[in-house]
């Protein structure tokens, strides 16, 4: 993850990380060998959040009515027919419930524009800068989604004598920008844990086909996951799941389901929300969305529920200065968590896109590793490290992985 500017962070989820540009080519389950050199993007001021929330808002209503002027026609047609043949008030009354139903849909619909935004930066979809450009040996990956839906994903590796034998972090982004925007974060996650990297870019973002939709982006996370168990170059007991933000409820599905309890070492989860109707009503505190029921958002990631399935070792990793998701969501997930073996970790000075530069971040996930999980093999008998960052204590059973 490179340099990050926080352009309309109020809107949901919203995480804008900008790098370089690098682009690539089309295959099936095809990885190479890719280099390419990228050109870094500007970085904007940070704007202020509430106009930035009003252009978006601005932006959505300019589409709709832009794709639905000759809906809106045949409205004001059909209104003044209603009113000549059936009078005034049965025709105000067909008329209010046809536009409550219109509008209800349109803001059904606008969440998909509020929740995914595969086109911010604007090159984003065209511009993926390449580890490469970051030091990283790497293969450029195409594999099927469940439903045949091309992915693109990049496979960075440690060298060829540890390939086999270090842990495979499967990398969940959150819902903007591509993979490249994240490879000075996957940079640390290599040079410091020692793991291989994949980095799955979603349908519907970078140069993944398709469009973005909460079924979907479940669909890709688990044809990643299958597509690393079927690798034969890589220690398949020692699969790492991580997602950030929107990332974090979809790694959250992927490890609550009974299918996948055997496949995956531990799950990291970091500055995600509870469900996408909760984050709603905290972000936008107007009545109207207060009294809309959960069960009308199109993209809900229940991860509150999803969780309390869960029990593969888990570390919550928590930004205490995120201002956009309340660090109070990360300690219900915690708390409603169904593995035995679990951990929250507190980063006060944490914001939502940059906690992994913190201090002892990357040392938190190695100690969760070594002494939770003992993905290394590393069995008792010396001395137990000094936490490094505060560790809130699950239940202190250690799962030993042979």
Known sequence: MGSTTKNNDTVLLLE?????????NNGHHHHHHHHHNNTSSSNNPPPNPDFALLD?????????????WPVSLSFVIIAFLLYWFLGGFTAFLLIFLAFTGLLLGLLYHAGDRLLYHPDQPPSSRVQIPSPASFGLSFENVYLKSTDSTKLHAFFVKQPQDSLGSVPTVLYLHGNAGNIGHRLLNVKGIIAYLKCNVLL????????????????GLYKDAQAALDYLKQRSDIHSSKIVIFGRSLGGAVAIDLSSRTENRDKVACVLIENTFTSVPDIA?????????QWIPSWFYKNQFLSRWKVRKMTTPALFLSGGADALIPSKMMKELFEACGSTVKRLAKFPNGTHNET???????????????????INGNVGGRE?????????????????IY
């Open 16 to 24: 804008e990380e900008q790098e370089g540009s690098s682009s690539s």
């Open 56 to 68: 978006i808002a601005a932006r959505i209503l300019f589409k709709i009515l832009k794709r639905s």
């Open 200 to 215: 799955l870019e979603y349908r519907g973002y970078g140069q993944s086909d398709g469009a973005p939709s909460e079924e």
């Open 281 to 289: 009503r905290e972000l936008f505190n107007f009545r109207v969305v």
């Open 356 to 374: 992994w530069t913190c201090p002892q971040y990357y040392q938190t996930i190695s100690y969760f590793f070594e002494e939770d999980v003992r």
């Open 384 to 400: 137990r490290p000094r936490t490094p960052t505060p560790l809130i204590n699950g239940n202190m059973h250690l799962s030993v």
